[in-house]
């Protein structure tokens, strides 16, 4: 168990509503992400934090954005969501940024945009 | 050109055997990491294994192996007698040393258990 919590687990939203998607970790980790699951494409980066106020994009970033003003949270912001959004979402982290590090995940946010 | 390719998106084994979950990479980065993991029915991310570019030895923990062949840039999972708890989604994943932070992860393979 790596600590991560995610907030919420489900949700369903509207299209053209914000979203903010909440991830949680108890160790002080200095390395945290997040990734989308869609069928198909196994898991795909969004973003990722190198330290409070560091963050930088991945691969599928457009139409989302990331704040970390604090070590333990890393919030995922969908501006106006869109169905093509739907997915589940997870966040991930690692002590370090070294190659031979693994990432450890938490549990997923399941959202469904209508 | 695809990072990670698993070409097996279905996968059956009986229990108690042994089964090979394949997994190919393209890096072009001598330094990387080769992980595997596996993501049950209830929906979690679990870490399996990993395989630094650099160890000389195929990674084994516990059941599970890694087949590391460098020159094919393969890295297969190996999973021996199985047990119908191994039923799960099962993802390949590579980290380059030169990008750090980026996971590529495979599109995944469904490895059902038949008692």
């Known amino acids: 168990d790596a600590g991560i919590t995610q907030s919420p687990r489900h949700k369903v939203t509207e299209t053209g509503t914000p979203v903010t998607l909440r991830c949680h970790q108890t160790?002080?980790?200095?390395?945290m992400y997040w990734y989308r699951q869609d069928p198909g494409h196994g898991l795909r980066l969004i973003h990722y934090s190198y330290g409070v106020k560091d963050t930088d994009k991945g691969e599928v970033s457009d139409g989302y954005s990331v704040s970390r003003s604090k070590t333990e949270d890393f919030l995922l912001t969908l501006e106006s969501a869109t169905s093509s959004q739907t997915s589940v979402y997870f966040c991930a982290i690692s002590r370090t940024g070294e190659v031979e590090e693994t990432q450890y995940f938490g549990p997923g946010t399941r959202l469904l945009v209508l | 050109a695809q990072k990670i390719t698993q070409t097996q998106p279905g996968m059956f084994v009986q229990e108690k055997e042994a089964v090979t979950l394949d997994c190919t990479y393209d890096t072009s980065d001598p330094s990387y990491g080769l992980f595997w993991y596996k993501q049950p029915s209830s929906g979690e991310m679990i870490f399996l294994i990993y395989q630094g570019s650099y160890d000389q030895q195929n990674a084994t923990e516990g059941r599970y192996s890694l087949n590391f062949q460098k020159a094919r840039k393969s890295a297969n999972l190996v999973i021996s007698a199985s047990q119908l708890g191994d039923s799960a989604m099962y993802f390949c994943a590579m980290r380059e040393g030169r990008t750090g932070n980026q996971f590529y992860f495979g599109t995944g393979t469904s490895l059902t258990v038949i008692p």
């Open positions: 160790e002080n980790h200095r390395y």
